[in-house]
Structure formats: structure tokens, C-alpha cells
């Protein structure tokens, strides 16, 4: 099947480049581009892309606002594709915001081209962009913000007490290999595991695992 993608960024040099790399695999076809995040929403209604690679910091709304307006569509727009957050810094206070709205992960703008290739078919696969490397610094950053403590979310009584633990481990940005490991598992059943937390609390994927871990008070910054 081919992966439809767009590509939203206020530098030309940016979405021609990303365009001609994406376009010589088999796989992907490049739908369109956007200047900024009004555009690419407007595109994204047209075109129906399967991703969206959508810049941080653009004119006319930045890519925090149109991720919102793609991933919490009006009534009537059936259409959600995965977004997937473009950013020159590591750590960005716009990506987390990013991530809570729904998007799929975020990817340096410097990334080698193979691991842009990679990016976009991991989303479009439907998984999350954070290696565990990408989700611990992700996390770290999360623990240093100060906040409140919360009460346990009540969506996570929902949740089987091996299904609480792998979710707990996931926030601690165990791989799946790390989490079978410790809880002496067989990594498929870690596997079936996370689709049934994600299922259960309604969530996209990884990245929202990981947000929703936190600020559900499951896991508290410092522990």
C-alpha cells in the first residue's frame, strides 16, 4: 500500500528536499505541500495524506494549532491522519503540547534522509515515533517541570494490574524487550498487552501512553 504524505513547512528548501527524498521510494507518494499550518490544513481535508510531516514554528499558525485542527476534526471531517511534528531542537516545549493533541511523534529536522524514510512508515504503521532512547529524554524532561500532584485518573481502573505495569514501564521508557525482560514475559504478550492499555484508555499510540502515564498520576515526576 502506498503512504500517502504531505509536507508542511514555511522553508521551501525544507519541503522540496523532504519531497524529492519521500517521492524515490516505492512506497510513498508525496500528495502536496504547505507553507504554513492554515495551508496544511486545508491541504490535509483535500488531499487526505496518511501522514502529515508538519514544522513547529511556522507563519499564520504554527504546527501546534494545525496539528490540533487535523487531529480534533469539526463534525463532519472523518479524516484523521497520523501527524508527525518536524523540530530543530530535541526537546520542545511545542512537541509536548503536540503530543497531548494526539500526534504521532516528532522527528530533529537534521535526522539522517534514512531515518526520515523510516519515520514516516513507522507512523503510518500506525506506532509511535519514540525510540526508548527519544522517550526517556522525553521523560526527564517531563520530571523536571513542576506539577501538582494528581489523583489517580479513574480510567486506569480499567486496567488489569499487568496491564497498570506495563503501562508504568512503558512511561519509563522501557523498549518492549526491556518490559518482557523484567516482567519475564514473551515480547508478544508485552505486545498484546500495550494494545489492550491503548485500547482500554483510548489511545493513539506510545506517545500518548507515555503523557497520559503522567498526568493520570500513575507515574509521578521524581519517583
Known amino acids: 500500500m502506498t503512504i500517502k504524505v504531505i509536507i508542511v513547512d514555511d522553508q521551501a ?8 527524498l519521500l517521492a524515490a521510494q ?5 500528495v ?17 495524506p496518511d501522514v502529515v510531516l508538519m514544522d513547529v514554528r511556522m507563519p499564520e499558525m504554527d ?10 476534526p469539526p463534525a463532519g471531517v472523518t479524516h484523521r491522519p497520523k501527524v508527525l511534528m518536524l523540530t530543530t531542537f530535541d526537546v520542545d516545549d511545542y512537541v509536548y503540547e503536540a503530543l497531548r493533541a494526539g500526534a504521532s511523534g516528532f522527528l530533529l529536522k537534521d535526522a539522517p534522509p534514512a531515518d526520515l524514510i523510516s519515520a514516516v512508515r513507522v507512523v503510518a504503521a500506525g506506532e509511535a515515533l ?6 526517556r529524554r522525553l521523560i526527564a524532561d517531563f520530571a523536571a517541570r513542576p506539577a501538582p500532584r494528581r489523583r489517580r485518573s479513574v480510567r486506569l481502573n480499567g486496567l488489569t494490574p ?3 505495569e506495563v503501562l508504568e514501564l512503558i512511561a519509563r521508557g522501557l523498549s518492549n524487550q526491556e518490559i518482557a525482560a523484567r516482567l ?14 491503548l485500547a482500554k484508555l483510548s489511545l493513539r499510540d506510545r ?10 498520576g500513575l507515574v509521578t515526576p521524581g519517583d
Do not use: C, N, W
Open 207 to 216: 506517545a500518548q501512553a507515555v503523557i497520559f502515564a503522567y498526568e493520570s
Open 130 to 135: 519514540l525510540a526508548p532512547s527519544v522517550t
Open 32 to 48: 502536496g505541500d504547505a507553507a504554513d499550518g492554515r495551508q496544511g490544513v486545508e491541504l490535509s481535508r483535500r488531499a487526505h
Open 26 to 30: 516505492s512506497d510513498i507518494d508525496v
Open 63 to 72: 504546527g501546534l494549532e494545525a496539528a490540533r485542527r487535523i487531529l480534533e
Open 184 to 197: 519475564v514475559l514473551a515480547e508478544q504478550t508485552v505486545k498484546t498487552h500495550i494494545g489492550r492499555v
Open 13 to 20: 528548501m525544507v519541503r522540496a528536499g523532504f519531497a524529492a
Open 162 to 164: 499487568r496491564e497498570t
